[in-house]
Nanobody, 115 residues
């Protein structure tokens, strides 16, 4: 069993920045696996935001390209999501994930962007 513990988030005005962090309880597991960030806005389905594989290759949803940056620190078993130029439509609960939708999830954190 792997635990993902998330921190960061909060409220910010449009155009601002926030950073999310997610620490995995197993460094061996973390180093071997792709990590994902998802979000779920009120009344909407959970959607994929960004991913980073064990080699550091990244992928982003079109809605966040150029504004969000996913990164990882394998020594700290931590994945980050740096969010800049935030928009009101980025408001959601954000989760980190490993092993896909049937895998491990963090507890989630609210990000609220006010215009």
């Amino acid at each position: 069993q792997v635990q993902l513990v998330q921190s960061g988030g909060g409220s910010v005005q449009a155009g601002g920045s926030l950073r999310l962090s997610c620490v995995a309880s197993s460094s061996i597991f973390f180093g071997r696996n792709t990590m994902w960030w998802y979000r779920q806005a009120p009344g909407k389905q959970r959607e994929l935001v960004a991913a980073i594989n064990s080699g550091g290759n990244t992928n982003y949803d079109d809605s966040v390209k150029g504004r969000f940056t996913i990164s990882r620190d394998n020594a700290m078993s931590t994945v980050y999501l740096q969010m800049s130029s935030l928009k009101s439509e980025d408001t959601a609960v954000y989760y980190c994930n490993a092993l896909g939708t049937s895998g491990y999830w963090s507890q989630g954190t609210q990000v609220t962007v006010s215009s």
